[in-house]
């Protein structure tokens, strides 16, 4: 009976690091590449919701171009949401 409660545990861990930890892992693997091949010009999406085209990469921070009157505003990396606008721009 301790072996079969020791074999579910185990199994039970198993299962949680392939249905939970392991996708996290890749999850945050893809996220890391796609900040590290960010390059002037790439339209990126913030967490705040702001969507605009990279200007400068620097090494802690990036700075964005918004908008049709060429605001730009400079994040931390890690507020990166996404590359590519993700809402389409021709809605308002």
Do not use: H
Not at 10 to 17: A, G, H
Not at 29 to 56: F, Y
Not at 63 to 89: C, F, H, P
Request: proline residues 3%; hydrophobic residues 45%.
């Amino acid at each position: 009976m301790e072996i079969l409660i020791i074999v579910l545990i185990v199994f039970y861990i198993v299962i949680f690091y392939f249905l939970k930890m392991r996708p996290e892992k890749q999850r945050k693997k893809e996220q890391e590449a796609m900040k590290r091949s960010l390059a002037p010009g790439d339209p990126v999406t913030m967490i705040d919701g702001i969507i605009g085209n990279v200007c400068a990469v620097k090494e802690k921070t990036i700075v964005i171009e918004t908008g049709a009157d060429r605001v730009r505003l400079e994040y931390a990396n890690w507020a990166i949401m996404n590359k590519g606008a993700s809402v389409d721009q021709g809605q308002q």
